[in-house]
């Protein structure tokens, strides 16, 4: 039942996601979706571990209401600053 709904939820881009952005590598990493922004905390700190091990810097956190179309994306090879930025830890709602 809960996939269902949270299948629900992200359709209508109301589920909860993790987005965690790197200025170095210059990424968006997308990690999701949750039924509510509790799970998301819960979660994010986990992601925060992995990425610091792979060598990321410059990371931040948003956990925010959305429906990404890609779940990685490699900044760096398009040109573009990270979107939203933000270089401490930030429980947006």
């Known amino acids: 039942m809960k996939e ?12 909860v996601w993790v987005e965690v952005v790197t200025q170095t590598p210059r990424c968006t990493y997308y990690f999701g979706p949750f039924l509510n922004t509790g799970e998301a ?16 810097q410059g990371i931040g956190v948003q956990i925010k209401r959305c429906r990404p ?14 979107s939203q930025y933000r270089p401490a830890v930030s429980l947006g709602r």
């Open 4 to 15: 269902f709904v949270l299948t629900v939820l992200n359709q209508l881009g109301l589920a």
């Open 41 to 56: 905390e819960s979660a994010y700190k986990g992601y925060l571990e992995d990425l610091s091990q792979e060598g990321a």
């Open 69 to 82: 179309q890609n779940l990685t994306i490699f900044e760096d090879s398009l040109g573009k600053e990270p």
